[in-house]
């Protein structure tokens, strides 16, 4: 990494703050590149301090996904914008069964947020991006005013290189195929909402922030005839498996007491008058599979410590209306539907 | 939170429904009403339809606060804050219901006006003392259950001598709803409107008790049954009233005894009594006008009373001619009946007041149930019934 540039005072990480300057494109963002992102995000390519990165792909199909995090708190139980952003990505490129490899990040920052949780925001990106093995190989920083801004959000970009012999996308969902989930849903909805501030509840519940990289490496080299993965995010199951039932014109039957939802989880959707199956996941995906790969797809879920509560909810049936239903625990039968809008609790 | 299962065992539904179906009688129909919006989405969500036999029908009432506010009363609480500058607070699912020129107070917030939900009324009195220089009013909705809160939030408020806040009240009460209904002409001449019993709201009446009922039961000859909201209290009330039907009796039984005494809530009732007084007339989205079916601020505690406070024009706004809402809220028909149903109206372009909230049996109907008329979301031709 380079050390030529000199700066007359290192930057206050202790007690600064962002301002204008730093995404004036001055020595004020030079020294915040030197001395912050460099230093966290480290490798050959960024090092190199070129406007863009450049390098190699292994053969193969190129993935390439994007997303951008807007989340307020920006820290979380279980997580933070910087990780988030990560996952988010990485999970993007993950879901087409490719390996993810690189990332860019883009920073809009608003004037007075504190440098320190820029800091943490910047270790813990460098943290969750080291453990799904991806390199954050270009960057991007901008400061608008204060007021004009929610202090950070983060934009990020990732590419990534899809196995041999591995083709995933909706297109390939079919009739009798089984519907899993990597684990328990819900959580990250509900630990973001506890924060909220005219929503004041105590919970233990974690995000379940995480990259789902390597899972979906050993699910894909286990059962490559594998045909469709998602992740679950804003809208809950219940958008995932209505867009993926309409891209494939299909039905889908799914079954409540099969689904996993953490008791808490129920509870505080319970008392918010919110359903589990509508709110957001992070960190969770859904995998569509040929019938009768799906006991061995279930059991290398399991084994993997991000499968663990993996379990079998449901199968792809005949419909030309494209209809989700599920027979719910008590013994009926309901649809699930597309989330209307932003769930918004009901009176009493 | 403990006990959410226990009231969702499902082999313990089998085994109430296997009741209902041996005993309801073959050679007859049975038509319940759930009076109340609670209910109406517990059956769908939970797929009761499903696991009762044929013969014994639920009708969807009129019990849901977002559905029968009318249009021109959430057109003041947008007026209120986009014209009067107010932080209006409101509950959660009045924000997305459209007013006229489907204006709702979301598309208001989103277009400059301070709109915030609260999940209690007290968070609204909370924002008032943080924003003393600003005017803050809680756009107060719903059945006597959330009557109390509201009373005690005015109270509080007049303690606590926070001059910015007021309430727009707009609460309504059950027992005029329901006679409304049983006085409504389809009803009254037999045989039009076939109406066997209620499935009485528990929590409403954890506030006013079983008493009001009485009436209904003595004076119409209709059985209520008040149960909880839990998917088996609703089968189990289904399972109290086809006894009921069977022995010839129309009595109030009440099946949420963990919560609901006959004389209901006596502190609960005299701060509303000592708070709010009856309003002559108040109108009904669905039902037209109802005389004596809500409430307003006593004068005592006027300066707390948003329509006071503030000049509100109302204007009247017309419901689209095509709407079956009036006649689905009084059960005399059915979502699938109305021609405007699933195409244009839907939870996310509702026409009605019945498919703007979750609690409206459209919206319920459309958003769990709308499976069982395969047909009718491919042909929208589907004869009324």
């Given at each position: ?295 061995l797809l279930l059991k290398t879920m399991q084994e993997h410590p991000q499968g663990r509560d993996a379990a079998v909810i449901g199968e792809v049936t005949e419909d030309t209306l494209n209809f989700v239903q599920m027979q719910t625990a008590f013994g009926g039968n309901r649809m699930v539907d597309w989330i209307n809008g932003e769930q918004l609790?009901?009176?009493? | ?303 707390f009373d948003a329509e006071k406070r503030f000049t509100v024009d109302y204007r009247s706004a017309r419901e689209n001619k095509a709407c079956e809402c009036g006649a689905i809220l009084r059960g005399v028909k059915s979502p699938r009946d109305c021609s405007l149903f699933g195409d244009p109206c839907t939870p996310e372009n509702p026409l009605g ?33």
């Amino acid at each position: 990494m380079s050390n030529q540039r000199q700066f007359s005072s290192t930057l206050d990480l202790k007690n600064g703050k962002v301002e204008m300057v730093h995404g004036s494109g001055g020595k004020a963002m030079a020294q915040l590149i030197d001395e912050l992102f460099l230093p966290a995000f480290s490798n050959q390519w960024l090092d190199q301090m070129n406007d863009q990165a450049c390098f190699e792909l292994p053969a193969g199909r190129v993935v390439m996904a994007t997303d951008s995090h807007v989340i307020s708190p920006l820290f979380f139980p279980g997580g933070d914008i910087g990780a988030l952003s990560v996952h988010g990505t990485v999970n993007d490129v993950a879901m087409s069964g490719a390996v993810p490899q690189y990332l860019s990040a883009g920073f809009i920052l608003e004037e007075g947020f504190p440098l320190c949780d820029l800091q943490r925001i910047v270790h813990s990106m460098a943290a969750a991006a080291e453990e799904a093995g991806v390199a954050i190989v270009t960057g991007d920083t901008k400061v608008v005013e204060r007021g004009k801004g929610d202090g950070c959000f983060i934009s990020t970009t990732g590419v990534g290189v899809v196995p041999q012999g591995i083709s995933l996308g909706a297109d390939r969902v079919s009739v009798g195929d089984k519907i899993l989930v990597s684990g328990t849903l819900g959580d990250h909805g509900v630990a973001i909402m506890s924060l909220r501030e005219n929503l004041t509840f105590e919970t233990t519940i974690e995000s379940d922030s995480q990259s789902l990289d390597r899972l979906v490496a050993n699910m894909v080299k286990e059962v490559p005839e594998l045909h469709c993965l998602r992740d679950p995010t804003r809208g809950g199951l219940s958008a995932t498996l209505n867009e993926i039932a309409q891209q494939a014109n299909v039905g889908m039957q799914i079954y409540e007491a099969d689904i996993p939802v953490r008791s808490q989880v129920k509870a505080a959707c319970e008392f918010l008058g919110l359903d589990p199956l509508f709110v957001a996941n992070e960190g969770k995906l859904v995998a569509f599979c040929p019938a009768d790969k799906a006991d061995l797809l279930l059991k290398t879920m399991q084994e993997h410590p991000q499968g663990r509560d993996a379990a079998v909810i449901g199968e792809v049936t005949e419909d030309t209306l494209n209809f989700v239903q599920m027979q719910t625990a008590f013994g009926g039968n309901r649809m699930v539907d597309w989330i209307n809008g932003e769930q918004l609790p009901r009176i009493c | 939170m403990k006990y959410v299962d226990e009231y969702r065992d499902g082999e313990l539904a089998r085994e109430i429904a296997a009741k209902i179906r041996t005993e309801a009688d073959p050679e007859r129909d049975y038509h319940f009403m759930e009076f109340c919006g609670g209910h109406t989405h517990a059956i769908f969500r939970y797929g009761i339809p499903d696991l009762l036999p044929d013969n014994v029908k639920m009708i969807h009432g009129p019990g849901c606060p977002v559905c029968v506010l009318p249009i021109p009363r959430l057109d003041a609480a947008i007026e209120l804050a986009v014209t009067h500058g107010v932080i209006l607070c409101s509950y959660g699912d009045m924000l997305r219901v459209p007013g006229s020129r489907k204006r709702s107070l979301l598309k208001a917030k989103a277009e400059g006006a301070d709109v915030r939900m609260v999940y209690s009324c007290m968070d609204a009195l909370k924002i008032a003392q943080d924003n003393p220089e600003r005017e803050v009013v809680f756009f107060a909705i719903g059945f006597e259950t959330t009557t109390p809160p509201t009373a005690l939030v005015i109270r509080q408020a007049e303690k606590l001598n926070v001059k910015n806040f007021s309430v727009y009240c707009n609460h309504v009460l059950t027992p005029a709803a329901i006679s409304n209904i049983l006085e409504s002409p389809e009803v009254r001449e037999l045989g039009v409107l076939p109406l066997d019993g209620f499935v009485g709201p528990a929590h409403v009446s954890t506030v006013i008790g079983a008493q009001p009922y009485y009436y209904f039961a003595e004076e119409y000859q209709k059985p209520v049954v008040i149960a909880g909201f839990e998917p088996l209290d609703v089968l189990q009330a289904i399972l109290m009233l086809v006894r009921q039907i069977n022995e010839g009796r129309a009595e109030v039984e009440n099946e949420f005894s963990r919560a609901v005494t006959a004389e209901g809530n006596p502190q609960a009732k005299s701060i509303v009594a000592d708070t709010f007084e009856l309003r002559r007339s108040f109108e009904w989205r669905g039902l037209g006008v109802v005389p004596y079916s809500a409430l307003r601020i006593k004068e005592a505690f006027a300066s707390f009373d948003a329509e006071k406070r503030f000049t509100v024009d109302y204007r009247s706004a017309r419901e689209n001619k095509a709407c079956e809402c009036g006649a689905i809220l009084r059960g005399v028909k059915s979502p699938r009946d109305c021609s405007l149903f699933g195409d244009p109206c839907t939870p996310e372009n509702p026409l009605g007041s019945c498919m703007v909230s979750s609690e409206g049996a459209c919206a319920a109907y459309y958003s769990y149930g709308r499976y069982q008329e395969r047909t009718f979301a491919s042909d929208k031709t589907h004869p009324a019934a």
